[in-house]
């Protein structure tokens, strides 16, 4: 790949100490390990996988909110650590899933949309009012809700709050961890839609994780499959939805509902259990769930490959070069 | 720039936050009785020099135990209404007077202890880990220490005034503030809106300052009013054993104890400084149970 990547993590790892109990010993949580992940200017990157296997920590560690155990992120070629706060704060900028928490109930929305600049020490303060609401009617926010709270209004304008907070500092990347699975399904597609617009108008990049698969397929340039702290499988969108190499990928495509009822409910054929993060499975951590797997993958971790199609993968059943039979 | 997808507009133009509280505020009974009752005193003890008929140390023996003027002995007199106690001392100059007493002690010891166990707990709640570790510690520390028998100790070392009293109050009731704004604390520094402010950059005091205690104001404020009670009654009862308020100082607690002696003859000695007593606890405690329910969730 050419240029230098928006934001670009390169093997990092977080690993949270969890207390055992009372006088027991503590143990390590793996919630991401060794990932690498970069994002272009311009493209929607999507990050997707079930609940608990890492994806909220790594946009947290891409914010600069947790540091990373091992690895580092850059942001336009350097080092996320070595940057100051209020430039990290200027070019990344996050949108919570639930609009209810992610807007202080004491602050009204002038405040809220104006905290930015007032944080930011921006240079003109006489201008901040009609910046921000600028940038309130351009996320559809009339601007007779300036002096309201956030409990007079609805999840919807709630949201278009927190977007238009993340904004009015014009950040190149925004990182929206789940921005719609805490609306209405009728509000989901205007605030999708205005992501989209928001995107092409000011440019931006978006980091999007979503356990919505349609709304991924509809904004993302490219994607990315976590399991249990790893990435395991990234690709251009139109080829992981047409043909997943991983297994889970194919899975998790697979548990997508259908309007049409006598589909019935699809058999990802997962099984129920997702397992203790505390006690990860030796060799390919997916291999006790996974349909195809083969007697080496208890053993031996799968490597990155590039994946047929474009893309990588990181799962035995594509990797040539492994010969699981010695291994077996 | 072209506008974004239009908004549903809301259905009617809702009243504004401050109409809102004013509403809420004046449909509270106990909130408005108790701030009626907590003003009165208030006053009665900042225009003591002029509402007290006599001087509060002024004893003339030979009008000793005058009872009130409802009180239907011979002696009752509108010279003294609520009558003079064993050294014939105005029994309603030495109550307003004590007024300004029991107000002191109260919001002194309240404010004391308030500073400590905020910064404590807020610490505590924000860092948690370590910090939490040595706060709660600190906490248990003064759990396991029995608030009149660490008065008497330093009583009995330092000697006893009202400056004493404040400090051993307020050294001492920070407990419940500590406890109440930690808990309130992690429950805050967990939602999104604090993530957000540290993604645009905010420092951990703007936070704290500016995130968090706006949102746990309305439990200080009750815990507050609670432990402003609590320190009246504590003031009270240590004047009470004689290791407060110093005589001839006119505290209600000291009153009180200065009668119980002539409890069964003359009873009103105990039952005028007594009710002032509950009067001003109850005004205290209805005015925080009311801010409590003004401000609760729900309210803006």
Redesign the interface.
């Known amino acids: 790949m050419s240029g230098a990547a928006l934001i670009e993590a390169r093997e990092v790892s977080c690993t949270f100490t969890v207390s055992g109990g009372f006088m027991k010993e503590k143990r390590r949580l793996q919630a991401v390990s060794r990932v690498s992940l970069r994002i272009e200017p311009g493209e929607v990157m999507a990050l997707v996988g079930e609940s608990g296997c890492g994806k909220t920590t790594l946009a ?1 560690m891409m ?3 947790i540091a990373p155990s091992e690895g580092t992120i850059e942001i336009g070629g350097r080092p996320l650590a070595s940057l100051p ?2 430039e ?3 070019s ?3 949108i ?3 609009p209810y ?7 009204s929305v002038g405040s809220i949309v104006t ?2 600049l007032r ?2 020490k921006d240079p003109d303060p006489e201008t901040w009012r009609r910046r921000a609401e ?1 940038m309130m ?6 601007q007779r809700l300036f002096n309201h ?1 956030p ?2 209004l ?1 999840g ?2 709630r949201q ?1 709050v ?1 977007i238009a ?1 993340a904004l009015v500092n014009r950040p190149r990347m925004v990182i929206c961890d789940e921005p719609t699975s805490a609306l209405d399904v009728s509000v989901q597609s ?1 605030i999708l ?2 992501m989209q ?2 995107r092409s ?1 000011l440019g931006l990049t978006y980091l999007l994780i979503s356990h919505n698969l349609a709304a991924v397929e509809h904004m993302a340039s490219r994607v990315a499959v976590m399991y249990l702290g790893r990435i395991v499988e990234e690709a251009k969108t139109g080829r992981l939805f047409d043909s997943p190499c991983h297994p889970y990928s194919e899975a998790l495509l697979g548990s997508v509902l259908t309007p049409d009822p006598t589909l019935g409910i699809p058999d990802t054929q997962l099984g129920t259990s997702y397992p203790n993060p505390l006690d990860v499975p030796p060799g390919c951590s997916f291999h006790p769930r996974c349909a195809k797997a083969m007697p080496g993958c208890s053993v031996r971790a799968p490597r990155r490959v590039p994946a047929p199609g474009g893309g990588a993968v990181a799962c035995h059943l594509h990797d040539e070069g492994a010969a699981l039979d010695t291994v077996s | 720039m072209e506008k974004a997808a239009p908004m549903v507009s809301l259905p009617a133009p809702e009243p504004s936050p401050a109409a809102l509280l004013r509403r809420r505020i004046f449909g509270h009974a106990g909130l408005l009785i108790g701030s009626a009752v907590l003003i009165a005193i208030i006053l009665t003890a900042l225009l003591a020099p002029w509402i007290a008929p006599h001087d509060p140390y002024d004893q003339v023996l030979d009008r000793k135990l005058i009872p009130p003027v409802w009180s239907d002995g011979g002696k009752a007199t509108w010279v003294h209404p609520l009558g003079t106690d064993h050294f014939g001392r105005d029994y309603l100059s030495r109550l307003i007077w004590g007024a300004r007493i029991s107000l002191v002690i109260g919001f002194s010891a309240m404010l004391i202890s308030g500073v400590i166990g905020t910064v404590l707990g807020v610490l505590a709640g924000f860092f948690g880990g370590r910090v939490d570790m040595v706060a709660n510690f600190l906490i248990t520390t003064r759990l396991s220490m029995p608030v009149v028998l660490v008065a008497i100790a330093v009583v009995s070392l330092v000697g006893s005034s009202l400056t004493v009293v404040i400090w051993v109050l307020g050294l001492l009731i920070w407990d419940r503030f500590a406890v109440v704004m930690r808990s309130a604390t992690m429950q805050v520094r967990n939602l999104d809106f604090v993530a957000a402010a540290q993604a645009l950059g905010c420092s951990k005091s703007r936070i704290v300052f500016s995130e968090i205690l706006p949102n746990i104001a309305n439990h200080l404020i009750v815990v507050a009013t609670v432990e402003m009670a609590h320190a009246i009654l504590l003031e009270a009862a240590l004047s009470f054993l004689g290791l407060g308020v110093q005589p001839p100082e006119p505290s209600w607690g000291l009153m009180i104890s200065e009668a119980k002696g002539l409890m069964f003859f003359d009873g009103w000695l105990i039952a005028i400084p007594g009710t002032a007593l509950f009067a001003l606890v109850l005004s205290i405690n209805l005015l925080g149970d009311g801010v409590r329910d003004v401000t609760a969730p729900g309210g803006v």
């Open positions: 947290k914010m600069g909110l706060r209020m990290i704060a200027r990344v900028q996050p919570f899933q639930d928490s992610s807007l202080n109930p004491r602050r905290q930015p944080v930011q600028e009617e351009f996320v559809g926010l009339p709270y409990g007079q609805s919807g304008q278009r927190a907070r205007q839609n205005l617009d928001l108008e």
